[in-house]
């Protein structure tokens, strides 16, 4: 029996999945949460081999939860299902930690397919991102400059885009106000931009936010 745990702030989306997953006889829902604190708290208590988690959730987001995972070293294979676009996020969540990447608005049968693909130990990749992370690896002269970022610094990107102040990110980062500072100003290096108001206008054409 493979046993899932679902990560996404929205109740409805959440029952959703657990419809769908549970039409599998080789499924078995242990836990859900709605932020990463209920998440840790599932993990401690429930069994778990994959976690479905989204991206966009209040507090720390899905990329975060995922550098968390890996800092713990979890055992836990993480598959992203999200509504972003699979062009800007999703060869970044493999490469952040996730052993698969899969949309919402996916087949059904496509995200059961997902989650045994995991369990077996395999990365699940539809044929478009698998061509993107051939293309990333081939041509990497043509990515975008975000994608130079480190985890912390596209998350501190991220945050400022969101309106976020320093002391709030250095806050959910659970860091110190002058390493964020630190993170702004390698991103602004990095992205040769002067100001926050530089990295939301980037941050927004590059459909980050």
Do not use: F, W
């Not at 990560?7 to 949460?33: F, M, P």
């Not at 069994?47 to 836990?76: F, I, K, Q, Y």
């Not at 480190?150 to 959910?172: D, H, N, P, V, W």
């Amino acid at each position: 029996m493979i046993r899932v745990v679902l990560c996404d702030d929205h109740a409805v989306v959440r029952r959703g999945i657990r419809d769908t997953l549970t039409e599998a006889s080789d499924i078995n829902i242990t836990g859900e949460a709605g932020s990463y604190p209920e998440l840790r708290e599932v993990l401690r208590n429930v069994a778990c081999d994959v976690l479905l988690l989204d991206l966009n959730m209040p507090g720390r987001n899905g990329l975060e939860v995922l550098a968390s995972l890996r800092e713990t070293e979890s055992t836990v294979k993480v598959l992203v299902v999200s509504m972003n676009p699979e062009d800007q996020y999703a060869v970044r969540c493999l490469r952040a930690g996730a052993q698969g990447y899969a949309s919402k608005a996916a087949d059904p049968v496509a995200l059961i397919e997902a989650v045994r693909t995991l369990a077996q130990g395999r990365k699940y990749l539809t044929a478009e991102v698998a061509q993107m992370l051939a293309e990333s690896v081939s041509q990497p002269e043509n990515e975008a400059p975000h994608t130079a970022l480190s985890e912390r610094e596209l998350q501190t990107l991220l945050k400022i885009a969101s309106g976020k102040r320093l002391s709030e990110i250095a806050e959910e980062l659970m860091l110190s106000p002058k390493t964020v500072s630190v993170y702004r100003a390698r991103v602004l290096e990095k992205l040769k931009l002067s100001n926050n108001a530089e990295l939301t206008v980037y941050a927004i054409r590059n459909q980050l936010v």
